[in-house]
């Protein structure tokens, strides 16, 4: 493969025009195609669970609950609650509630406000303190719902600046996760800053900086396209753009590097251009092939959404990895020398040797050799502390009453939740099928309503073919409590308790309820085939059987403390004064799946650029300790600027007001940072010290039959000897 990306790199490089071209042509046809892009409003559904086959087989009986956000209709609550020591009922007070409906009702698209003092159907706590008038809203449509929920807000402030608490309960549209654009771009400034100081060269720093954003731009463009086609939910993208963009940055500069160095060595331009694309483009292209891989797996899990984003997620990877070793070398031919500092441009003289001065990052790896356990030690536990929260990590497919804690959709939500019960306001639907289910719905409503933790059950409705019921069961927790949870199960072991009829639980609550399990069921599942693909892939790249195991392990590390501080923030609250998402939630069940596959990706790339050098140098012949410390001056400066770069993109996109993403931005910052720094430049070191030749050991009888794998390029090098390369063995 050296050979093949040589050639790619040097014609690339020789026929700029032609490749120009040719990406721009793809990004102007993949522009045209994503400008009928189209988002789903079913953002997490599980096709095929129970829930989802009785909530189809409901709408299909009962046409009248198939409503949707497509058909623009939708409802909000007025929660209109008195002063201490007064009753709603009262008529100075009743006067002032129909005032405040009146007003509700002239607002554009409410087409009804109901009467909450109607006598057949009262909305009116048993206190007297509270109120529930629900608007019925029609022509909602994707430009028009946030200036209708801000006319709704407008009349409850109206109404609490007559001393009349009211809060405007349910939503209509996500409003609050605009505005990360900002902080989105202080990642990729973070990114520019970082480049410079890595390159010194404004010009290196921007052509990494350019063609990162133009691979992100066209496999972007490539999702939106697709979207067209088959609708996404709107994180999709979003999650694309992320990792994208992080990636990108990181493949231009491992190349980038490469590039100086071969220039510095004294190589013409296309020549080091070549070999550059050569060898650290191999690397490039295998790790990812690492990323695609885990990002692709994630349809093992057969989560229809789970496979949308990894896919998606993963196209944009194999875009950036092909603007590495195509577009970029475009862009080194253009700058020439002009990559170099300005010092180093002219009249340049192939270099005898490194230089003599010790750097941070040499001084660092010489003391965790001398002192293996020690630092060893201290690296683990201090990553087993961060992971610690993950004990007590909660999940949930969506949080009771909206993600901001302090909005007036959750206010209203706490409200009614306090005064008719934390179940009202999300009712388990049990579909009741059968030849004559009429004259079992007393039998079946007398067996639900004596279930434990069952407050009320009532039938909802019969179906005009007389085959299938409804029947409304208020739980008497709320939706994500594990009281409800095992009610949902409780109902589904009695389904054929009642002779001639068959039980399913529906509605939201069983819907999340259902892909809320199955979710932790796919990570379980997916976490072992990541491991095991980990081990294969590492064992045949490396020709070592403990070197890869301490690979995953050190994963396992990186992944407990990147899920362990986003519990400690977006759960528990801690510092939540510096993010813009809400906190004090449950963190969101997709959540670890996703982190497990991205972030094995990211890993196993530090771990190949790392330790592949260091194997390289083991087999021509440096001892373990030595071949530590050559592969790792060779490499962690940049493998050093990569993470801080990725990682900075990843806390950008932390610091959004979007709950998602921001809390999928700091793991991943969090485990990136973990990863490089801690795993793989100080955990890794002293493990391999520790184990010396042993690390570096397989049975002949494997190494025979497994195939042989060229991450770093070392064929090129075999058939083409360096000019002046540096003797191995010289280097200390």
Same mark, same amino acid.
């Given at each position: &493969?050296?050979?093949?990306?040589?050639?790619?790199?040097?014609?690339?490089? /020789?026929?700029? !025009?032609?490749?120009?071209?040719?990406?721009?042509?793809?990004?102007?046809?993949?522009?045209?195609?994503?400008?009928?892009?189209?988002?789903?409003?079913?953002?997490?559904?599980?096709?095929?669970?129970?829930?989802?086959?009785?909530?189809?087989?409901?709408?299909?009986?009962?046409?009248?609950?198939?409503?949707?956000?497509?058909?623009?209709?939708?409802?909000?609550?007025?929660?209109?609650?008195?002063?201490?020591?007064?009753?709603?009922?009262?008529?100075? +007070?009743?006067?002032?509630?129909?005032?405040?409906?009146?007003?509700?009702?002239?607002?554009?698209?409410?087409?009804?406000?109901?009467?909450?003092?109607?006598?057949?159907?009262?909305?009116?706590?048993?206190?007297?303190?509270?109120?529930?008038?629900?608007?019925?809203?029609?022509?909602?449509?994707?430009?028009? %719902?946030?200036?209708?929920?801000?006319?709704? =807000?407008?009349?409850?402030?109206?109404?609490?600046?007559?001393?009349?608490?009211?809060?405007?309960?349910?939503?209509?549209?996500?409003?609050?996760?605009?505005?990360?654009?900002?902080?989105?771009?202080?990642?990729?400034?973070?990114?520019?800053?970082?480049?410079?100081?890595?390159?010194? $060269?404004?010009?290196?720093?921007? *052509?990494?900086?350019?063609?990162?954003?133009?691979?992100? *731009?066209?496999?972007?463009?490539?999702?939106?396209?697709?979207?067209?086609?088959?609708?996404?939910?709107?994180?999709?993208?979003?999650?694309?753009?992320?990792?994208?963009?992080?990636?990108?940055?990181?493949?231009?500069?491992?190349?980038?590097?490469?590039?100086?160095?071969?220039?510095?060595?004294?190589?013409?331009?296309?020549?080091?251009?070549?070999?550059?694309?050569?060898?650290?483009?191999?690397?490039?292209?295998?790790?990812?092939?690492?990323?695609?891989?885990?990002?692709?797996?994630?349809?093992?899990?057969?989560?229809?959404?789970?496979?949308?984003?990894?896919?998606?997620?993963?196209?944009?990877?194999?875009?950036?990895?092909? &603007?590495?070793?195509?577009?970029?070398?475009?862009?080194? %031919?253009?700058?020439? /020398?002009?990559?170099?500092?300005?010092?180093?441009?002219?009249?340049?003289?192939?270099?005898?040797?490194?230089?003599?001065?010790?750097?941070?990052?040499?001084?660092?790896?010489?003391?965790?050799?001398?002192?293996?356990?020690?630092?060893?030690?201290?690296?683990?536990?201090?990553?087993?502390?961060?992971?610690?929260?993950?004990?007590?990590?909660?999940?949930?497919?969506?949080?009771?009453?909206?993600?901001?804690?302090?909005?007036?959709?959750?206010?209203?939500?706490?409200?009614?939740?306090?005064?008719?019960?934390?179940?009202?306001?999300?009712?388990?639907?049990?579909?009741?099928?059968?030849?004559?289910?009429?004259?079992?719905?007393?039998?079946?409503?007398?067996?639900?309503?004596?279930?434990?933790?069952?407050?009320?059950?009532?039938?909802?409705?019969? *179906?005009?073919?007389?085959?299938?019921?409804?029947?409304?069961?208020?739980?008497?927790?709320?939706?994500?409590?594990? $009281?409800?949870?095992?009610?949902?199960?409780?109902?589904?072991?009695?389904?054929?308790?009642?002779?001639?009829?068959?039980?399913?639980?529906?509605?939201?609550?069983?819907? +999340?309820?259902?892909?809320?399990?199955?979710?932790?069921?796919?990570?379980?599942?997916?976490?072992?085939?990541?491991?095991?693909?980990?081990?294969?892939?590492? !064992?045949?790249?490396?020709?070592?059987?403990?070197?890869?195991?301490?690979?995953?392990?050190?994963?396992?590390?990186?992944?407990?403390?990147?899920?362990?501080?986003?519990?400690?923030?977006?759960?528990?609250?801690?510092?939540?004064?510096?993010?813009?998402?809400?906190?004090?939630?449950?963190?969101?069940?997709?959540?670890? #799946?996703?982190?497990?596959?991205?972030?094995?990706?990211?890993? &196993?790339?530090?771990?190949?650029?790392?330790?592949?050098?260091?194997?390289?140098?083991?087999?021509?012949?440096?001892?373990?300790?030595?071949? !530590?410390?050559?592969?790792?001056? /060779?490499?962690?400066?940049?493998?050093?600027?990569?993470?801080? #770069?990725?990682?900075?993109?990843?806390?950008?996109?932390?610091?959004?007001?979007?709950?998602?993403?921001?809390?999928?931005?700091?793991?991943?910052?969090?485990?990136?940072?973990?990863?490089?720094?801690?795993? =793989?430049? !100080?955990?890794?070191?002293?493990?391999?010290?520790?184990?010396?030749?042993?690390?570096?050991?397989?049975?002949?009888?494997?190494?025979?039959?497994?195939?042989?794998?060229?991450?770093?390029?070392?064929?090129?090098?075999?058939?083409?000897?360096?000019?002046?390369?540096?003797?191995?063995?010289?280097?200390?």
């Amino acid at each position: &493969m050296a050979r093949f990306l040589f050639r790619l790199g040097r014609a690339s490089a /020789r026929h700029r !025009i032609v490749v120009l071209v040719l990406w721009i042509a793809i990004a102007v046809a993949l522009g045209v195609g994503a400008s009928h892009t189209k988002f789903s409003a079913d953002a997490f559904s599980l096709p095929g669970s129970e829930s989802s086959r009785a909530l189809d087989r409901m709408h299909a009986d009962f046409p009248a609950t198939a409503s949707s956000d497509d058909d623009g209709t939708g409802t909000l609550e007025l929660v209109l609650t008195v002063p201490d020591g007064q009753q709603i009922t009262s008529a100075e +007070n009743m006067t002032l509630v129909r005032e405040v409906l009146t007003e509700a009702g002239k607002v554009p698209h409410v087409s009804a406000a109901s009467n909450p003092f109607d006598a057949q159907r009262p909305y009116v706590s048993k206190d007297g303190a509270t109120a529930v008038s629900t608007l019925s809203l029609t022509g909602l449509t994707g430009e028009n %719902r946030e200036g209708v929920y801000d006319d709704v =807000r407008t009349v409850a402030a109206n109404a609490r600046a007559d001393g009349l608490d009211t809060q405007v309960g349910g939503s209509i549209g996500d409003f609050g996760a605009e505005g990360g654009q900002l902080t989105e771009g202080l990642g990729v400034l973070l990114a520019f800053v970082v480049l410079m100081f890595t390159f010194g $060269s404004l010009v290196a720093a921007g *052509a990494n900086l350019l063609g990162a954003l133009v691979g992100v *731009a066209v496999g972007l463009l490539g999702v939106l396209t697709f979207s067209a086609i088959h609708p996404l939910t709107d994180t999709t993208p979003t999650l694309a753009l992320m990792l994208g963009l992080a990636v990108g940055i990181d493949y231009c500069l491992f190349i980038l590097a490469r590039f100086r160095s071969e220039l510095r060595d004294g190589r013409p331009v296309e020549e080091a251009i070549g070999r550059a694309v050569a060898t650290a483009g191999s690397a490039v292209l295998f790790a990812a092939a690492t990323v695609v891989i885990a990002l692709a797996g994630l349809s093992v899990v057969r989560i229809g959404f789970l496979t949308e984003m990894g896919l998606a997620a993963a196209f944009t990877v194999a875009v950036a990895a092909a &603007m590495a070793v195509t577009l970029l070398p475009v862009l080194m %031919r253009t700058m020439g /020398r002009r990559a170099l500092p300005r010092r180093e441009r002219r009249g340049a003289a192939p270099r005898a040797s490194h230089s003599t001065r010790t750097t941070f990052l040499e001084r660092w790896v010489r003391t965790v050799v001398r002192r293996p356990v020690l630092v060893g030690v201290l690296a683990i536990a201090g990553l087993l502390a961060l992971a610690a929260p993950t004990l007590s990590m909660t999940t949930a497919l969506s949080t009771p009453g909206g993600d901001d804690p302090n909005s007036t959709q959750r206010a209203a939500y706490n409200q009614i939740a306090a005064e008719f019960g934390p179940g009202a306001q999300n009712p388990l639907i049990v579909l009741v099928e059968g030849t004559a289910v009429n004259d079992q719905l007393p039998a079946v409503t007398h067996l639900l309503s004596g279930l434990d933790h069952v407050i009320a059950a009532t039938p909802a409705g019969v *179906a005009e073919s007389g085959g299938a019921a409804l029947v409304q069961v208020i739980p008497d927790g709320g939706p994500i409590e594990a $009281s409800t949870q095992d009610l949902v199960h409780r109902i589904r072991d009695a389904s054929g308790d009642v002779a001639g009829v068959r039980l399913s639980v529906t509605g939201r609550t069983a819907v +999340n309820i259902d892909t809320n399990s199955a979710l932790q069921d796919a990570l379980t599942t997916y976490l072992i085939v990541v491991v095991g693909l980990s081990l294969l892939l590492l !064992i045949v790249l490396f020709r070592s059987l403990l070197v890869p195991l301490l690979a995953t392990l050190g994963f396992l590390l990186s992944l407990g403390a990147a899920v362990g501080v986003t519990v400690a923030v977006f759960q528990w609250g801690w510092l939540d004064q510096l993010f813009a998402a809400p906190s004090g939630n449950p963190i969101l069940s997709l959540l670890p #799946i996703l982190i497990v596959g991205i972030l094995f990706g990211l890993a &196993m790339d530090y771990q190949v650029f790392l330790v592949s050098r260091m194997h390289e140098a083991h087999r021509h012949g440096l001892s373990p300790v030595e071949a !530590i410390l050559d592969g790792f001056g /060779r490499t962690a400066a940049v493998v050093a600027a990569a993470a801080l #770069i990725m990682g900075g993109v990843f806390a950008g996109f932390s610091l959004t007001p979007g709950s998602v993403i921001a809390s999928l931005g700091l793991a991943l910052a969090v485990g990136v940072l973990a990863d490089a720094f801690v795993v =793989r430049m !100080i955990i890794t070191p002293a493990l391999l010290t520790l184990l010396g030749e042993k690390a570096w050991w397989m049975p002949r009888w494997l190494d025979r039959i497994l195939p042989h794998l060229d991450a770093e390029g070392s064929a090129l090098e075999e058939t083409a000897a360096e000019p002046s390369a540096p003797v191995l063995a010289a280097r200390r």
